[in-house]
């Protein structure tokens, strides 16, 4: 099952009911063509925060020269860092290096705290694409991550939500620049399962319903420019697209 979340034509919030078949949304009685004009689309959850995790695949931490971690490596991005499907994203100006980072999203179903990892996908709404989009030059500077990773517009996120049924356990996940695959692996590589990680992450901190978890990335991370097309693809969930302004 998929859901969306949109903005219908009289300015309402909706969560409603995605076909992927007929790319269509519904509500109620009203439903839309998914890209129909009249609406807008919403990323498909709203976290009180998103809990990512790095260097959680070991090609893309071999890519940093880093090694896989021996326990997950987790930082935080606000909500201010939300982006949605189909818009343009603006980057901080005067930087060198600004990275695509394509990543399965876990969406929490459940307000959780101390979760057994046997128990972990009970608390999961399901899954959705994110881009754990990464000021470099910051990024470099500073431990805690937050001019580097926690920008305004620095996770785009959806199109829409799918119920773990739907995403394989080893859901390929790719990204395109341009029309250009540059990233392309498969949940299965992951260090840390999801499970894992919501058993680690609800050990130090609550979880609310709506909350998300960045599972990582694969390699082929690399530096975006103005104007450029990112599409990021997730089997069993769909396709995040979003173009990129930097000043």
């Known amino acids: 099952m998929y859901h969306a979340r949109f903005r219908d034509p009289a300015g309402s ?18 439903e839309y063509a998914f890209d129909d004009p009249a609406i807008d689309v919403l990323p498909p959850a709203e976290p009180t925060k998103i809990a990512c995790v790095g260097r959680n695949y070991a090609d893309h931490a071999a890519e940093l020269d880093n090694e896989v971690p021996d326990r997950p490596l987790l930082f935080l991005k606000a909500p201010n860092a939300l982006a949605s499907h189909g818009s343009t994203v603006t980057l ?3 930087k060198d290096r600004l990275d695509w980072e394509a990543e399965l999203a876990v969406v929490i179903g459940e307000s959780c705290a101390d979760v057994d990892a046997d128990d972990a996908m009970d608390v999961v709404a399901g899954f959705t694409c994110m881009n754990d989009l990464s000021n470099r030059d910051d990024q470099h500077r500073e431990q805690n991550w937050v001019r580097g990773k926690a920008f305004d517009n620095a996770a785009p996120l959806g199109p829409v939500l799918a ?30 399962d999801v499970p ?7 050990t130090y901190m609550t979880l609310e319903a709506g909350d998300v978890i960045a599972t990582g990335t694969p ?5 975006l420019s ?14 995040l697209e979003h173009t990129v302004r930097i000043p």
């Open 92 to 94: 901080p100006g005067g």
């Open 13 to 30: 919030v909706r969560e409603g009911r995605y076909d992927p078949d007929d790319h269509t949304v519904s509500f109620g009685s009203d």
């Open 226 to 239: 103005d104007g450029d097309a990112v599409a990021i693809e997730i089997e069993g969930v769909g396709t």
């Open 196 to 202: 894992t990680l919501i058993e680690e992450i609800t």
């Open 163 to 192: 119920t773990p049924d739907e995403v394989p356990d080893d859901a390929t996940v790719e990204l395109r620049v341009n029309g250009e695959r540059k990233q392309h692996g498969n949940r299965s590589q992951l260090a840390f």
């Open 219 to 223: 390699d082929g991370v690399g530096r």
